[in-house]
């Protein structure tokens, strides 16, 4: 038996030497056919290791057989007396030797689950700071910390002996083991940026991914109540590369939550809470996660940039009525009446630059199309008069019709300002409805007093031609 032991060993020495020239002839061969050959390939290694295990196994059944006929004359009693596959005659004679190719399956690459289950991924996300939103944009700005938990028992041998945890770099995770690859999908583009990310395992075979990021989310901001608008701030996350059969997600409301003072910059919070969905786009099944951060907005900078500037300048506009109504005023009083509408309408341009371009029609809209019409008709009945007074010769008229603006244009103005604001505030109407109630309101008391103006100037004038008729 001691030849055949020789034998043995001189092949099994033979076998890695005899491998590294079969790829040297493979690979002299692809360079003489083939012009772009960059090395040899996968499947190149793949196809020598089944020649030599063919080979291989062919050899050690010879040897065997060999050895038998020495001892006995005949052959042994375990060899195959069936033709059978070289794999099969490969395991057979090494009695579980490792196979040549030596295959491997990557745990960075398998689920823990795979082939038994679905993987179950908690989730967490807190959101740490708020730095504002961009509605034009469809945007808003924020600081984030998410946690991920999920199982994996393979990471226990990465943890050193004596050790229950074992802390390290995300960078490094990844090189090491499975990650169920979990984003923000409703980022902007190239708008995240991690600032510190770490993963730790357990002896448990937990393991827990902690990232902070500064990220711009994208939101469809429901700007139809605009400003008194109340949003639902969303951050949504799920895994980029695995289906909902493969991993689902599970919220873990004490990981999750926003900052205590409750003040998002312009609004203020009403609540929050996490959910799990799934999602069904196309071949696309995923599990996803969100948290949604519902909010309202705070009056304090829309009052103090644009009602109080368009109560002074529609306080301003009123004032022509209340100027000395002589000849020499009639400038002073078209001019003031002008320039205040200009000055409002650059105020109404810009109350409006935060919004997008398809925005609905809002209740800032409606303001200011509201008190822009009170200021043109500023205009009309301040022209009116001087026109009943200088050009028909009706002084008395004319000022009694302006002593009658002075009341009218006021207070169709605060009334006006006041059912579109409290039905804003308090949702007596909607937006639509209120524009029909106050613009048709409007649009009748107006019609109704001008009327009423010419009947009075006509009659005034009826009056004067039938006194002067007896006296001819």
């Known amino acids: 038996m001691q030849p055949?032991?020789?034998?043995?060993?001189?092949?099994?020495?033979?076998?890695?030497?005899?491998?590294?020239?079969?790829?040297?002839?493979?690979?002299?061969?692809?360079?003489?056919?083939?012009?772009?050959?960059?090395?040899?390939?996968?499947?190149?290694?793949?196809?020598?290791?089944?020649?030599?295990?063919?080979?291989?196994?062919?050899?050690?059944?010879?040897?065997?057989?060999?050895?038998?006929?020495?001892?006995?004359?005949?052959?042994?009693?375990?060899?195959?007396?069936?033709e059978t596959t070289p794999s099969q005659e490969l395991v057979q004679l090494n009695n579980g030797m490792e196979n040549t190719k030596g295959a491997k399956v990557d745990p960075i690459l398998l689920r823990p689950n795979a082939g038994k289950g679905v993987d179950t991924v908690w989730f967490g996300v807190k959101v740490m700071n708020f730095y504002g939103t961009s509605l034009s944009k469809h945007t808003c700005h924020m600081d984030i910390v998410m946690s991920y938990r999920w199982k994996d028992p393979r990471v226990v041998d990465l943890i050193p002996e004596g050790l229950s945890e074992l802390s390290m770099a995300w960078t490094q995770a990844v090189d090491l083991m499975w990650m169920p690859g979990m984003v923000v999908t409703n980022r902007d583009i190239e708008e995240y940026e991690i600032v510190s990310a770490s993963v730790t395992i357990y002896s448990t075979g937990e393991v827990l991914r902690v990232e902070r990021a500064n990220t711009v989310v994208m939101k469809k901001f429901d700007l139809g109540t605009y400003p008194f608008d109340a949003q639902t701030l969303e951050i949504k996350?799920?895994?980029?590369?695995?289906?909902?059969?493969?991993?689902?997600?599970?919220?873990?409301?004490?990981?999750?939550?926003?900052?205590?003072?409750?003040?998002?910059?312009?609004?203020?919070?009403?609540?929050?809470?996490?959910?799990?969905y799934d999602t069904a786009d196309g071949s696309l099944l995923k599990s996803r996660g969100k948290l949604d951060i519902n909010v309202e907005r705070s009056l304090g900078k829309y009052v103090d940039d644009h009602l109080i500037p368009t109560a002074i300048i529609l306080v301003i506009s009123w004032s022509v009525f209340f100027f000395?109504?002589?000849?020499?005023?009639?400038?002073?009083?078209?001019?003031?009446?002008?320039?205040?509408?200009?000055?409002?309408?650059?105020?109404?341009?810009?109350?409006?630059?935060?919004?997008?371009?398809?925005?609905?029609?809002?209740?800032?809209?409606?303001?200011?199309?509201?008190?822009?019409?009170?200021?043109?008709?500023?205009?009309?009945?301040?022209?009116?008069?001087?026109?009943?007074?200088?050009?028909f010769e009706?002084?008395?008229?004319?000022?009694?019709?302006?002593?009658?603006?002075?009341?009218?244009?006021?207070?169709?103005?605060?009334?006006?300002?006041?059912?579109?604001?409290?039905?804003?505030?308090?949702?007596?109407?909607?937006?639509?409805?209120?524009?029909?109630?106050?613009?048709?309101?409007?649009?009748?008391?107006?019609?109704?007093?001008?009327?009423?103006?010419?009947?009075?100037?006509?009659?005034?004038?009826?009056?004067?031609?039938?006194?002067i008729a007896p006296a001819v």
């Open 4 to 82: 055949t032991f020789v034998l043995l060993l001189t092949l099994a020495c033979a076998a890695p030497s005899a491998l590294g020239l079969a790829l040297v002839a493979k690979e002299d061969v692809l360079k003489m056919t083939a012009t772009n050959y960059s090395g040899p390939t996968q499947e190149d290694v793949d196809a020598v290791h089944a020649d030599l295990a063919v080979h291989y196994a062919k050899s050690l059944r010879k040897i065997v057989h060999s050895a038998a006929s020495e001892d006995g004359g005949a052959p042994a009693a375990s060899a195959p007396t069936n």
């Open 237 to 276: 996350i799920a895994s980029a590369k695995y289906m909902i059969d493969e991993v689902v997600l599970v919220a873990n409301n004490n990981a999750s939550g926003v900052p205590q003072d409750g003040e998002f910059g312009l609004y203020e919070v009403v609540g929050w809470q996490t959910q799990v």
């Open 324 to 391: 000395p109504f002589e000849k020499p005023f009639i400038t002073p009083r078209l001019a003031l009446s002008i320039l205040a509408l200009l000055q409002f309408t650059n105020l109404m341009v810009k109350s409006g630059k935060e919004l997008p371009g398809a925005a609905p029609f809002n209740w800032n809209d409606l303001l200011n199309q509201q008190i822009q019409l009170f200021m043109f008709i500023t205009i009309v009945l301040n022209i009116f008069t001087e026109i009943v007074c200088h050009q």
């Open 394 to 467: 009706k002084e008395p008229e004319a000022r009694n019709l302006n002593n009658e603006a002075k009341v009218l244009v006021p207070t169709l103005s605060a009334a006006n300002i006041i059912v579109i604001l409290g039905s804003a505030e308090f949702q007596m109407m909607t937006v639509a409805n209120a524009a029909i109630v106050t613009k048709t309101s409007a649009f009748i008391i107006i019609t109704i007093y001008f009327v009423y103006a010419f009947l009075a100037v006509h009659k005034k004038e009826v009056l004067e031609e039938k006194e």
